[in-house]
């Protein structure tokens, strides 16, 4: 199996409960995160460990479902994929189309010094050798995509 992680990492000025509230909210990534088009089937919130949701890749065509793992708030929130990776919308579990592999993002907040909230958000993507992903897949791991992500959430907050 062949792993990629991308880890990014920016301080903000606002408290780590309000970061978390932002981040964990998938209907926010729309605005934040250069690869996520569309969230659906999204449950109530705050997200409760095993809920799901979707969300729509950067062609808007191929969906990702994604379940919760762990939500402690605020300090640590981890989702991961479900099925097979950019199924069909028509195909909700993946049984004849996407693809091989798994995706974690861990979300951590951290306070080092007063009113200093550490997000830290890492992805990693995880491919069969004999299923290998394409590479436009591995392009949303690229650390400059997470910066635009982190710098987007930073706008976002800076508005409210």
């Known amino acids: 199996m ?7 990492e920016t301080a903000f000025t606002q408290s780590a409960e309000t970061v978390y509230d932002f981040v964990t909210n998938p209907a926010n990534w729309t605005k934040t995160y250069p690869g996520s088009a569309h969230i659906g089937n999204l449950p109530a919130l705050p997200l409760k460990v095993g809920d799901t949701w979707e969300e729509a890749g950067p062609d ?8 919760l793992a762990t939500a402690v708030r605020p300090t640590l929130f981890v989702f991961t994929s479900v099925g097979r990776l950019g199924h069909d919308r028509d195909d909700p579990h993946g049984l004849k189309s996407g693809l091989e592999g798994r995706i974690t993002v861990t979300y951590r907040f951290t306070r080092p010094g007063q009113d200093i909230t550490l997000f830290a958000r890492t ?6 050798k004999h299923a290998p992903l394409p590479d436009q897949l591995f392009q949303q791991a690229n650390p400059a995509r997470i910066d635009e992500y982190h710098a987007a959430v930073a706008r976002e907050l800076a508005g409210d």
């Open 60 to 67: 808007g065509n191929r969906i990702f479902s994604w379940q």
């Open 123 to 128: 992805m990693m993507i995880e491919a069969y």
């Open 2 to 8: 062949g792993i990629v992680t991308t880890t990014s």
